[in-house]
């Protein structure tokens, strides 16, 4: 009974790992092909005075965008070590008991 709520929960939290992971994919390739660095490279061609204002803001936001993916990322990669922890730590506390019922 209490394996079956482990299991239901580390599988519950798998399956929102992996919802969380093919979100995170999905924002790097929109960010890495948003534009934003294109359309600096073309107004640098056109290097007029007028434009720098706009260029800086266009690379601070899409800066802003690659920390806040950045920070996503160490947030996902710690959910997964707590998972990985909650899933050792359940295996070693299951084989001791089941060590002590045997003899």
Do not use: P
């Amino acid at each position: 009974k209490e394996l079956a709520k482990i299991d239901s929960f580390f599988s519950e939290k798998l399956a929102e790992a992996q919802n969380r992971y093919v979100l995170l994919s999905h924002e790097v390739s929109l960010t890495k092909s948003g534009g934003t660095l294109r359309r600096v490279r073309q107004m640098r061609r056109r290097s007029s005075i007028f434009h720098s204002g706009e260029q800086h803001r266009l690379l601070s936001s899409h800066s802003r965008k690659l920390n806040d993916l950045k920070l996503a990322f160490q947030e996902f990669y710690l959910f997964l070590i707590l998972l990985q922890n909650y899933q050792s730590l359940n295996f070693t506390g299951f084989r001791k008991i089941l060590k002590k019922h045997d003899k």
